[in-house]
């Protein structure tokens, strides 16, 4: 039932340790690495209800301070997504403190969604079936509920929804509808008709034999069988014995919606509150600066990022061989919906060649060929473009020529990481001699022992990298300048030796620490900022 990721073969090397760090930014999606600043953003707003009301249960009383912006874009998205279980998900925002993403607004807006008939409509379900009115119903009246106005409802619209509900609970129903329909009739505090609570418990005793898919619907009807139980007063019989080793061993990875109904079934069963240790700790660990929480289960990796893990691992002297991306690459490679983009091919031809070896494919070459793909002149607006091609084309074994390149002045810092950008992408390809005479140590000098000018460290890495390609001194003057615009901006948690965007933002990236520990592999270790290294000369 757990999701399951491609772990990668790493090498029975002292720095196997620290080269698994990687591992904390495999895709569950699609087994790809992706961008470590994706964990700075928030869970989707079904899962962030799935965690928060998590935490709730298990008496956590979680808190945010969700910017107003980025509460309004929540919301908006929740939305968009449905008008009313959108709304629901917004409850354990709003019970944790963002008081603007439910308003009395909302009420009203609900109670436009109902039908005559007493039920509720969400056109995101798309369709008109009990099934479909019962989930509507419920979550309308569960937004009603927290918003204080389920009270208020006409007494003919209550009697109608009451009339339409009674009507339902005459004959057998699925447990997901049975559990609706029990919950609407405790929300309206009208009691539950014993057709439904004298439903068993769903079965325990094949649950080790079930496919993965077949326990994650079990666990969905035990979870409809206990809000059926708590519904009318009842006191569910769910098997501990099955469900805590479940939590226990799913702790860790389940999605939020799984844990969030396990953790109430066995809330329900009376389960020692050790059990719910391991979910804290997870649901903990997940907690951003605001109070909401990630969630790494949906983040998505590429073959961009990708790409970098496998340039960091060669610069650490790591291992590249990664069965785990091998099969995510070969899947999409075979999948009718990989992109054909040229940049995107390219990407993927680099991947192949450096973590399955072998020679440069055709495809590569003609691509690093192509000025639709790598300018053939570089410009103070093209620049980066062109460096970031031609380090795919150097990783896929492709060869490029020299580009025309332009002049520009040397005033401001953009114009001066451009520059810095050509240089690097000239020695990163073999063609140092390439570079234009207008672009020197001296120009650079100033720029490389002021950080503070950058608003990003890596920037300030490439220019510092170029300075010292031209021939620029690495001195105790300049070994200060980056240990104050580098050194401070090393981690993240589970991520110890990734650098930060810096500017401002804290998140680490892959290509900002490529820069970092290109220019330590390029200085001779002189910073120590490579993994297991210390800085080489301390003065």
């Not at 869970?43 to 980025?70: C, F, I, N, V, W």
């Not at 390149?405 to 810095?420: H, Q």
């Not at 001296?442 to 720029?447: E, F, M, P, V």
């Amino acid at each position: 039932m757990a999701s399951c990721t491609s772990a990668s073969e790493e090498p029975a090397a002292p720095e196997s340790a620290a080269a698994r760090q990687f591992d904390l930014l495999v895709s569950k999606q699609n087994g790809y690495y992706y961008h470590p600043f994706l964990r700075q953003a928030p869970a989707g707003p079904q899962a962030q209800s799935y965690a928060l009301r998590t935490l709730s249960e298990l008496g956590r009383d979680p808190k945010t301070s969700m910017a107003s912006d980025d509460a309004e874009s929540f919301r908006r998205g929740a939305l968009e997504t449905s008008s009313l279980w959108g709304r629901d998900w917004m409850i354990a925002l709003r019970a944790a403190g963002a008081d603007g993403v439910l308003s009395a607004g909302d009420a009203e807006a609900v109670n436009k969604l109902r039908d005559k008939g007493g039920w509720y409509v969400d056109s995101a379900l798309g369709d008109d079936s009990d099934e479909a009115r019962l989930g509507s119903t419920w979550a309308a009246l569960e937004v009603l509920d927290a918003l204080g106005r389920l009270d208020a409802l006409p007494s003919q619209d209550r009697e109608a929804t009451l009339d339409w509900l009674r009507s339902l609970s005459a004959k057998p129903r699925p447990l997901d509808q049975s559990s609706a329909l029990a919950r609407c009739l405790q929300l309206l505090k009208e009691p539950v008709p014993g057709a439904l609570t004298r439903i068993a418990a769903p079965r325990t005793d094949d649950f080790a034999q079930l496919t993965p898919d077949d326990r994650a619907a079990r666990l969905a009807d035990t979870y409809s069988y206990v809000v059926v139980q708590e519904a009318a007063g009842k006191r569910p019989a769910a098997d501990r014995k099955v469900w805590e080793p479940v939590l226990r061993d799913g702790a860790a990875t389940l999605p939020y919606e799984q844990l969030y109904q396990l953790v109430h079934i066995l809330k329900a069963a009376g389960s020692p509150k050790a059990v719910f240790a391991p979910v804290e700790k997870r649901l903990e660990g997940e907690r951003l600066d605001d109070g909401t929480v990630r969630d790494p289960g949906a983040y998505l990796g590429n073959p961009d990022a990708s790409l970098f893990v496998q340039r960091l691992r060669a610069l650490a002297g790591w291992s590249r061989k990664d069965t785990g991306l091998r099969t995510a690459l070969e899947r999409e490679e075979k999948s009718p919906d990989a992109s054909q983009e040229s940049a995107e091919r390219l990407n993927r031809a680099a991947l192949r060649k450096v973590t399955a070896g072998g020679d440069a494919g055709e495809q590569a070459r003609q691509l690093c060929a192509d000025p639709r793909v790598l300018p053939g002149s570089v410009t103070e607006q093209n620049a980066t473009q062109w460096q970031r091609t031609t380090l795919n084309c150097a990783d896929a074994g492709a060869p490029v020529d020299a580009p025309k390149i332009g002049t520009w002045s040397l005033d401001t810092p953009d114009r001066v990481v451009a520059a810095a950008t050509v240089v690097v992408g000239l020695a990163d390809s073999d063609l140092r001699d390439s570079v234009p005479a207008w672009i020197t140590a001296d120009a650079l000098k100033q720029w490389a022992h002021n950080p503070d000018r950058f608003n990003s460290v890596y920037g300030y890495v490439l220019v510092a990298r170029a300075y010292a390609l031209l021939g620029g001194e690495t001195d105790a003057s300049l070994r200060d300048a980056l240990k104050r615009g580098v050194t401070s901006h090393k981690g993240c948690p589970g991520l110890p030796d990734l650098y930060q965007v810096g500017g401002g933002d804290s998140a680490c990236d892959l290509k900002t620490t490529w820069g970092v520990w290109t220019l330590d592999r390029q200085l001779h270790g002189a910073m120590g900022w490579l993994p297991g290294t210390k800085p080489r000369n301390k003065k």
